[in-house]
């Protein structure tokens, strides 16, 4: 009952302020005055209303009137009929006219010109001497400066040369090689093969491309004795060939493919362990998950 008694006390009391400044505002002429103000802005209101709704009509009028076009495309509609009537073009193979591969061979057999044979027979070189067809070529010799530095070191170079530095498939590195009798590196001759940079027997691409200190550090194997084995074979094509089982390229690149991670500087871990290189390290690796796989 309380409570009820003081809410009811309350509600007087406002209404009774409420009546009072009802009659402040009434006395005071202040009620007109926001009667006008509200007025004018619903006028206000209804002219932006009516603007905008000019606007509207002006672009459904804009929208129903004719599309402008360039003289091109009307030109092109005017054509369509005799483009889509002439033939697509196709290749024989689509056509159903398939054609045997024509070996060298062949194709010497079928040229009389001998310069044109040299030309194919150039285009085969091997990947440590990569023909090079630029017009206007004009190497200028090094300075006996950049010779010196040349030979301070033999495992990759120290200069970059990126017309005649030849890549290395692991470390590719496009420099010149520190061999003194690589006339390529020294005299700058682009017909002449790289000292430096191994070369595949089989392959002869650029996956069989090493340079002495790649060469050694992952494969354990001589930059000289690889020049005296004519029939040396890169990692890949012994892989495909099944020479060495589990004797696979360790480059990031090829690791990559086979979903392995890159081993990074695994030589100091293969020395320690007493391997000769990081490619023996892998294979005794790839040996031990071979049979456990295989139990």
């Given at each position: 009952m309380?409570?009820?008694k003081?809410?009811?006390?309350?509600?007087?009391?406002?209404n009774?302020?409420?009546?009072e400044?009802?009659a402040?505002?009434?006395a005071?002429?202040?009620?007109k005055?926001?009667?006008?103000?509200?007025s004018?802005?619903?006028s206000?209101k209804?002219?932006?209303?009516?603007?905008i709704?000019?606007?509207?009509?002006?672009?459904?009028?804009?929208?129903?009137?004719?599309l402008?076009?360039?003289?091109?495309?009307?030109h092109?509609?005017?054509?369509?009929?005799?483009?889509?009537?002439?033939?697509?073009?196709?290749?024989?193979?689509?056509?159903?006219?398939?054609?045997?591969?024509t070996?060298?061979?062949?194709?010497?057999?079928?040229?009389?010109?001998n310069?044109?044979?040299?030309?194919?027979?150039e285009e085969m070189?091997?990947?440590?001497?990569?023909l090079?067809k630029?017009?206007?070529?004009?190497v200028p010799?090094?300075?006996?400066e950049?010779?010196a530095?040349?030979?301070?070191?033999?495992?990759?170079g120290?200069?970059y040369?990126p017309?005649?530095?030849?890549c290395?498939?692991?470390?590719?590195?496009k420099?010149?090689c520190?061999?003194?009798?690589?006339k390529?590196?020294?005299s700058?001759?682009?017909?002449?093969p790289?000292?430096?940079?191994t070369?595949?027997?089989?392959c002869?691409?650029?996956?069989?491309?090493?340079?002495?200190?790649?060469?050694?550090v992952?494969?354990?194997?001589e930059?000289?004795?690889v020049?005296e084995?004519?029939?040396?074979?890169c990692?890949?094509?012994?892989e495909?060939?099944?020479?060495n089982?589990f004797w696979?390229?360790?480059?990031?690149?090829?690791l990559?493919?086979?979903?392995?991670?890159?081993?990074?500087?695994?030589?100091?871990?293969?020395?320690?362990?007493?391997?000769?290189?990081?490619a023996?390290?892998?294979m005794?690796?790839l040996?031990?998950?071979?049979?456990?796989?295989?139990?």
């Open positions: 309380g409570r009820l003081n809410r009811t006390d309350y509600e007087n009391l406002r009774a302020r409420i009546l400044n009802q402040r505002l009434a005071l002429g202040l009620q005055t926001i009667f006008e103000l509200r004018l802005t619903s206000a209804s002219v932006e209303k009516g603007k709704q000019k606007k509207n009509c002006v672009k459904r009028i804009y929208e129903t009137s004719n402008r076009r360039s003289n091109r495309l009307k092109f509609a005017a054509d369509s009929m005799t483009i889509k009537a002439v033939p697509y073009r196709r290749s024989d193979r689509l056509r159903g006219k398939y054609s045997e591969p070996s060298l061979n062949k194709v010497k057999g079928s040229y009389g010109d310069s044109k044979e040299e030309n194919l027979e070189r091997p990947a440590n001497a990569p090079l630029v017009k206007g070529l004009k010799p090094l300075s006996p950049a010779s530095r040349r030979c301070d070191t033999k495992g990759r120290s200069i040369d017309v005649l530095g030849i290395c498939h692991f470390c590719r590195q420099k010149l520190g061999e003194e009798d690589c390529r590196c020294s700058l001759d682009p017909d002449q790289c000292m430096g940079k070369d595949c027997s089989v002869h691409s650029t996956n069989g491309v090493f340079c002495r200190a790649c060469l050694k992952r494969y354990g194997e930059m000289e004795e020049r084995n004519k029939e040396w074979m990692p890949h094509c012994i495909e060939k099944g020479i089982p696979i390229c360790n480059s990031s690149i090829c990559k493919k086979r979903k392995m991670a890159p081993t990074g500087l695994a030589i100091y871990r293969a020395l320690d362990m007493g391997y000769k290189s990081v023996h390290l892998l005794d690796e040996k031990r998950r071979n049979k456990v796989r295989s139990l």
